[in-house]
């Protein structure tokens, strides 16, 4: 009773990408608490029934829902869910919970030689910084799914990752942290903060040069020498190490850009995060960004559509009122029927509101193809439900 | 109504998992605590806007702005922290620095200081909050008699707000420390209460459990628990094991129906009301088991109603009326 009748934006066909060879990525963004994590893994699972070898990237999934994929340990590296295939035999499901600090800690470890490695890695800015920078989680999740690219390329591992994004303030985030991790690492400031080593000022320009005095002055005093001299070694450490964290940064957002990579939005039929589905639909579209659709989950369905909430709820009154003159057993049966066409009458406004947003939705991106998912009663936590999720994806009409 | 709850509280930190209504919740708190003649400040941290759209107006700019009127001539002002600003404005209120600023910009230090360094930008936004909240009038009152801040979901809220341990690996001294501890001082003290927003669903209920824990652990004040959007049960206990049993009298149902003038279509509408009837039992079900994982944490707990015209501002006035008849005036 969803897809067609919920909405009139064209439907989502999830399948064909699922079974496109030449897509390699599936990003599944939107702002959070809107199933994001649940439609990930569906969509990894159904990928891999129907042959694929996919391995599924979570950030922070629910604790029920890892185990369902089994995940119980958190070693940052994929690991085959048990039982999974096409019924041929062919396809497999990996699933890995990103651990950002030792994402970060690799990338650390595989680019300096290991006296390096250690003094970065235990210079308190850089303990700081990749565990709460708010942005660090972005950048690692964008490194782990360059890696896992990587080796899904040089070992066949896998032909389809499908990624969950991390739960961003906005969920534009995750497009932009690497990019300003990688300018900050690459830019002014620090050459500036490690200019010191290299004698202050150098190649700065003479006018810099001028300013930087009066700058390490107010940088000093607002965060004191001891910070500042931290955050000098840290930079001069990791400076010499990465090899331009731009370059990192630029090769992850040009995989994003590639055509073997689809992104999937995800929403609930709420204003505000439609409102965060809008602003994702309009920067894909920017950033030239291969869109696959949205994924609309929650929807309240509607099992006879042509029976009005107007209706309902007028039955339901005079039912009520009859069974207030009355004392018998006709008028429990009427409250009893004017409680469930109340029901009735409740689900019926839920729904037209919901049709309405997402028409909105629709009316703002007309050509964005949409895929609805009725609400379920419990949430999913094992591969049974995520079975189920699936096939509700695929089966807009 | 009961008893006046956190008299003493100055601020009201409210928080939850996405998608509960946190915004809903800390708005229709800062108007039910604006009550008789008092005024409260509505802040947001993360340049979402979200209060300006609930209250109808253009995009809150750093300043503060009056954006409703509470009954008995309260007043609630609003207020968007933006990290950039309060970085200036903290370089202009402690060092005089103001001027520096375009100059920090240029280099990128503005954009280092607030979105690169960590914990640094959490300092600023709860600073610039714990600022308000300590501000006096000419008469030396409190400006505002509550600061209710819209802050960053439960997942990430104790990080957010345990600022003093958030630079200790950072700064050991310095200007930094200072500040981080002054605004600790404020947060992790009975002036501070964190409420927590979720629905009677599993995922939600859970992360307020985890939430409570973890505040508990770091020290931060936990105040209430808010269940958002709950409906009023329709059906009777007797009945709803009817329903999910699948044992409800259709025919009785079907007589019913003739009645108030619906018996044409009987033959399509029965078997929709049973099953409706059946996935709302369900649902009852679940809600009842997660309401005893709430009541089980202890904490004073607020029930607001679902709002099925969506919330606009006269939803935002009964939610607010719920919550001051719940001990929150």
Sequence with gaps: MIGATFTNAPSLHIDPILMDPSIHIIVCTGAGGVGKTTTAASLGLRAAEMGRNVCVLTIDPAKRLAQAMGLTSLDNTPRQVPGVCAPDGSGSLFAMMLDMKRTFDEVVESHADPERAQQILTNPFYQALSSSFAGTQEYMAMEKLGQLHVRAEEEGTWDLIVVDTPPSRSALDFLDAPARLGSFLDGRLIRVLTAPARGAGRGLGRLAAAGFSIFTNVLNRILGAQVLSDLGTFVAAIDTTFGGFRERADATYALLKDRGTSFVVVAAPERDALREASYFVERLRTDDMPLAGLVLNRVQDVLDPEFTAEQAGAGAQLLEEMAEDETSVAADEARLTAALLTLHAERMSLAARQRHLADRFTAAHPGVPVSAVPALAEDVHDLDGLRTVGGLLASAL | ?329
């Design chain 2, 1 to 329: 109504m009961s008893d006046r709850l956190w008299p003493d509280v100055a601020l009201h930190v409210v928080s939850g998992k996405g998608g509960t209504g946190k915004t809903t919740v800390a708005a229709a708190m800062a108007l039910a605590l604006a009550r008789d003649g008092r005024r409260t400040l509505l802040i947001e941290v993360e340049g979402r806007q979200g209060i300006a759209q609930l209250f109808d107006t253009p995009p809150l700019p750093y300043e503060e702005r009056k954006v409703a009127v509470a009954p008995g001539r309260g007043e609630v002002w609003a207020l968007a922290i933006d990290a950039q600003e309060a970085l200036l404005d903290y370089l202009e209120t402690f060092y005089n620095f103001r001027r520096a600023g375009t100059a920090l910009r240029r280099m990128g230090a503005v954009d280092f200081a607030t979105t690169i360094a960590p914990g640094l930008r959490d300092v600023l936004l709860t600073g610039k909050a714990i600022e308000v909240v300590r501000r006096k009038q000419k008469n030396a009152s409190d400006a505002y008699d509550a600061v209710v801040m819209d802050a960053p979901p439960t997942g990430r809220v104790a990080k957010f707000l345990n600022v003093s341990s958030e630079v200790s690996g950072l700064a050991k001294v310095g200007p930094i420390r200072n500040h981080a501890d002054l605004v600790m001082g404020v947060i992790a003290s009975p002036q501070t209460a964190v409420h927590l927003v979720t629905l009677l669903e599993e995922m939600p209920v859970q992360e307020t459990i985890d939430g409570v824990e973890e505040l508990r652990k770091d020290g931060l004040p936990v105040g209430g628990v808010v269940v958002n959007m709950t409906r009023t049960p329709v059906l009777t206990e007797r009945e709803l094991q009817a329903a999910s049993e699948g044992t409800l009298p259709a025919d009785a149902i079907r007589r019913s129906l003739q009645r108030c003038g619906l018996g044409a279509h009987a033959d399509d509408i029965v078997p929709a009301l049973l099953e409706e009837a059946s996935d709302h039992a369900q649902r009852v079900a679940l809600e009842a088991r997660e309401r005893q994982r709430v009541d089980a944490l202890g904490l004073p707990t607020f029930t607001l109603p679902f709002l099925a015209g969506g919330v606009d501002l006269g939803g935002l006035y009964e939610l607010a009326e719920v919550l001051s008849e719940g001990g929150v005036r």
